[in-house]
């Protein structure tokens, strides 16, 4: 079947301006994951949903970021007003329930300049 | 300290040899424990997973846990250079914590 999907595949963007990702878990997954990867580093926890509610969004590393999820499917991303360090790879993820395996998307490529 | 925690390598063994990996955790009530390799430019991808003390075994690879002493390893056998990558550690308390992965563990398979 699908796996997970994530749109765009690749982003630049300036300074300032604010940009929206998009993640399309698998079908049937009740959670999803977001995380940072900046280049060279390990995986940065953002938010996870379980259904269309946030238990931890421990992990945003700022109010210009904010997620929002439509029921047990889509999600977006959003970072208002964005910096050069929000350069990173996105990655989302989802699982059937939160404590199993989590597939992940193939990223989205976001840079700023 | 670290929830997870892995030595970051690189770990560098030749082609044919055993690769060990290991990893430590924080919450003596973790449950649910995974490994996903990870190639440059690529997304996570799971190898194994693993629920109760003991081995299990999945062709070259081998994962062990040791809820008592708070450790999960990944044994691979006859290395292989296409298993050049980074390996994350990611473990689960259960309730409704969420799933925390380690930074992860370099290693090269040097032919």
């Known amino acids: 079947g699908a796996g997970v999907s994530q749109s765009p595949s690749n982003k630049v963007t300036e300074k300032g301006k604010d940009v929206e990702l998009r993640c399309d878990p698998i079908s049937g997954h009740t959670a999803l994951y977001w995380y940072r990867q900046r280049l060279g580093q390990g995986l940065e926890f953002l938010i996870y949903f379980q259904g269309n509610s946030a238990p931890d969004k421990s992990g945003l590393p700022s109010d210009r970021f904010s997620a929002e999820r439509t029921g047990e499917s889509v999600s977006t991303l959003t970072i208002q007003r964005t910096q050069q360090e929000d350069s990173a790879v996105y990655l989302c993820a989802s699982s059937f329930n939160f404590q199993e395996t989590q597939y992940f998307g193939p990223g989205t490529r976001l840079l700023v300049l | 300290q670290k929830e997870v925690e892995q030595n970051s390598g690189p770990l560098s063994v030749p082609e044919g040899a055993i690769a060990s990996l290991n990893c430590t955790y924080s919450d003596r009530v973790s449950q649910s424990f995974f490994w996903y390799r990870q190639y440059s430019g690529k997304s996570p991808e799971l190898i194994m997973s693993?629920?109760?003390?003991g081995d299990k075994e999945d062709g070259r690879f081998t994962a062990q846990l040791n809820k008592a002493s708070q450790y999960v390893s990944l044994l691979i056998r006859d290395s292989q250079p296409s298993d050049s990558a980074t390996y994350l550690c990611a473990v689960n308390s259960g309730g409704y914590q969420k799933v925390t992965f380690g930074t992860g563990t370099k290693l090269q398979v040097i032919p």
């Open positions: 693993i629920y109760s003390n």
